[in-house]
């Protein structure tokens, strides 16, 4: 089976001819972006979140969107669910899951589609769940939503969560409240209630970077395998290569709001094509020589709402030319199915 | 070993002296509307800190970690346990005092914006320190102009600005500046770089690295990312539920970990190689609750080698001195304590 995405930046529909197999072996994409931009805008100012950002998600496929903060990977992840302040949000583009246009949603279908085709799990379990009901009843009141059965099947269902999530005791834990449970619990029971109506597609918002490291990797095996077993797309946020490495099919490394690079995890991790995905893996601490100073990237990210014209990256890349403060530089293809936007890779280029 | 060590004028106990001794240090604190229930943050804890080196402690959430740093420098009051720093006693008569401590030891807190007074430009922030241990404004003044040069912040640039205007790293650059303003022989960082990104994570980890040479400090290294500490730490002390399971030179703990909870936290690192990913969870579970912590070994619950002998009694951690000991607190290590594979792991 095929799990390969397409992710470029700013790029026309030819883009996708880049790598031309693709259009013969893939069925429709589960999710497709196309050209997302999405400000932010207040009297002051006008913060550019997202500009120009393309990717698309295979069924059974996993996608981590790489970045560090204020890169633009949760406004991206939200977008999908159009699940930003509509009265201060501008998104332009589109966004379909599932061949549905997301953007052109009547509020009723965006409820239907929240919670059944698309879910979503979060950061902060603590936050994301209702204090006030049991976890029970958290899972049986989304089953019922979205099945319309009775609270003894949406109970019973809430069981069967709990045990596909490895809740150890479910049937005890269904009654208890989320400040009850322990942290890697709660994201387990949010796990639970996200994949409730079976859903297509799971988002995942940095689902453990809350978590302590040895739970940490118990959550990422357990989404491993009911993706797998379940058979869902899944688009997973991180900032931290390891967790990448440890859960991706592709990858797709933000900067400033733009995809810069993308390709398979494997791939992109041991030989990256763009320079700020090799100064990010180059500056993450894991077993350098102890008596050299890490590579860092220098100086630190641009400020959102003031952009540099051209690559975003040019002021703190150690390769730039010229030519990359005149303009935001076109997808380059180095092979198939990766992506960098770089003037400095050598590659085809998109049109 | 430290690599090199001046001789400081401040030094009192000479170069063989431990910088600081902890000895059987204990925090509870009492949990209200519980009878008499308490979190054993920290329960008896002793190590010590030689002086030139970078001594990490890890552990997880919970595990008393950020408690033991406040009880070094008596933010929190230990309820029992001595405190020697450079051969002098802290807090008692004919000892050092808790504010003569204060001066030679400094700390670097986690969340740097509400560790910095939001209504003071920075300049002021790190004269501050300078200032009430008796320096003039003036002097004060060029302390934090000079501070904050050798962070790497220009100070007529970023002097006059309000921590809102600065970004996390140069927030955390700041607090580095007004940690070092006083002078200090010992900087305690308390995850000093887990609220940065990694581009600038980086940066800092080589900051501290510089400073350290350059004004001969001693560290003690606070933080959950194993792979930061093994970077940084000279030796290793391993925290679980307020209690010190293991401690030794670095390249010990991450080549021959003895004990369980070492080993697992050690596996649990993503491995950076999709082709090596972790196919099973070195340990199941999350950290139980440090009110009522489990009996005897705190972490049976946990341990995939418990027996019976881990429920009742206390594993002690041995005896150890000087830099090459490497020991654990584990009944397997004991080869009187009755458990099976005692001798064996």
Redesign the interface.
Not at chain 1, 212 to 218: H, L, P, R, S
Not at chain 2, 197 to 203: F, G, L, V, Y
């Given at each position: 089976m095929s799990r390969r995405a397409t992710c470029v930046t700013r790029s026309p529909a030819t883009a996708y001819l880049g790598t031309p197999k693709m259009a013969l072996e893939d069925a429709a994409p589960l999710a497709e972006v196309h050209d997302l931009n999405v400000r932010f805008v207040t009297r002051e100012a006008t913060v550019h979140a997202v500009n120009g950002v393309s990717f698309s998600v295979q069924p059974g496929e996993v996608l981590c969107i790489l970045g560090?903060?204020g890169s633009g990977k949760t406004v991206t992840l939200r977008a999908l669910m159009r699940l930003l302040p509509p009265r201060r949000t501008r998104i332009e583009g589109s966004v379909r899951v599932d061949g549905q246009d997301v953007l052109a949603m009547s509020s009723r279908d965006l409820r239907d589609l929240r919670g059944g085709l698309v879910a979503m799990i979060f950061q902060e379990p603590m936050t994301a769940l209702d204090p006030v009901y049991t976890v029970g009843q958290q899972i049986g009141e989304t089953v019922r939503r979205h099945t319309g059965c009775d609270r003894r099947t949406a109970r019973a269902r809430a069981l069967e969560l709990l045990e596909l999530v490895r809740i150890p005791s479910a049937e005890r834990r269904l009654d208890a409240y989320p400040h009850e449970l322990?942290?890697?619990?709660r994201q387990r029971a949010m796990i639970a209630m996200a994949l409730s109506c079976d859903p297509r597609l799971l988002l995942a918002d940095e689902p453990t970077t809350a978590l302590?490291?040895?739970?940490?990797?118990?959550v990422?095996?357990l989404l491993?395998r009911l993706q797998r077993e379940l058979g869902m797309g899944m688009i997973f946020v991180t900032?931290?290569?390891?967790?990448a490495?440890?859960i991706?099919d592709t990858v797709a490394v933000m900067y400033a709001g733009r995809i810069v690079e993308s390709g398979p995890?494997?791939q992109v991790?041991s030989a990256p094509a763009h320079p700020y995905t090799a100064?990010?893996l180059?500056?993450?601490?894991?077993?350098?020589p102890?008596e050299r100073?890490?590579?860092?990237?220098?100086g630190?990210?641009p400020d959102m709402r003031r952009l540099p014209r051209g690559c975003s990256f040019a002021p703190r890349c150690a390769r730039r030319i010229a030519q990359c403060r005149l303009a935001v530089p076109e997808p380059r293809f180095p092979e198939p199915g990766r992506m960098a936007a770089c003037l400095v890779v050598a590659g085809v280029r998109a049109s | 070993m430290p690599d090199s060590l001046a001789l400081d004028p401040r030094d009192r106990g000479g170069l063989q002296q431990p910088m600081l001794i902890a000895r059987d240090l204990r925090k509870h604190f009492p949990v209200k509307g519980s009878g008499n229930k308490s979190v054993q943050a920290v329960d008896g804890v002793s190590f010590t800190v030689d002086k030139g080196e970078t001594l990490g402690i890890v552990g997880?959430?919970g595990c008393g970690k950020s408690t033991l740093a406040r009880l070094l420098l008596h933010l929190v009051m230990p309820d029992s346990g001595e405190l020697i720093f450079d051969g002098d006693a802290v807090g008692v008569p004919d000892g050092i005092a808790v504010h003569e401590l204060r001066r030679q030891v400094q700390m670097v807190f986690q969340d740097s914006y509400s560790s910095l007074n939001p209504r003071m430009p920075i300049r002021d922030s790190v004269a501050f320190g300078p200032f009430v241990q008796g320096k003039k404004k003036d002097e004060a003044r060029h302390i934090a102009r000079d501070m904050l040069r050798r962070v790497g912040l220009d100070p007529s640039l970023f002097g006059p600005r309000y921590p809102h205007e600065l970004?996390g790293?140069?927030k955390q650059r700041v607090n580095i500046a007004r940690a070092l303003a006083t002078a200090p022989r010992m900087v305690i960082l308390d995850e000093p770089v887990s609220a940065l990104?990694?581009?600038?994570?980086?940066?800092v980890?080589?900051l501290l690295?510089?400073l350290k040479r350059q004004f001969n400090l001693t560290y003690i290294f606070i933080s959950?990312?194993?792979?930061?500490v093994?970077?940084?730490s000279d030796r290793v002390l391993v925290m679980y539920l307020g209690r010190v399971v293991e401690i030794g030179p670095i390249e010990a703990i991450f080549e021959r970990p003895l004990h369980p909870y070492t080993r697992?936290?050690l596996a649990?690192?993503?491995?950076?190689?999709?082709?090596r990913?972790?196919?099973?969870?070195?340990?199941?579970?999350?950290?139980p609750?440090p009110i009522d912590p489990p009996s005897g070994c705190r972490f049976h619950t946990r341990c995939p080698f418990a027996e019976t002998v881990c429920e009742t009694t206390d594993p002690a951690l041995g005896t150890w001195q000087g830099l090459q000991s490497h020991v654990a607190a584990c009944h397997m290590r004991d080869p009187l304590s009755g458990h099976s594979l005692s001798g064996h792991a």
């Open positions: 560090e903060s322990s942290g890697g619990l302590d490291a040895t739970v940490q990797v118990q990422l095996i491993r900032h931290d290569l390891g967790v490495s440890e991706a995890v494997a991790l100064g990010l180059a500056s993450t601490v894991h077993g350098q102890r100073d890490i590579d860092a990237i220098p630190s990210p | 997880e959430s970004s790293g140069q990104d990694k581009s600038i994570e980086a940066q980890l080589n690295r510089a959950h990312d194993l792979n930061v093994q970077y940084l697992a936290l649990s690192r993503p491995s950076m190689d999709p082709a990913r972790i196919e099973e969870p070195p340990i199941s579970g999350d950290p609750n």
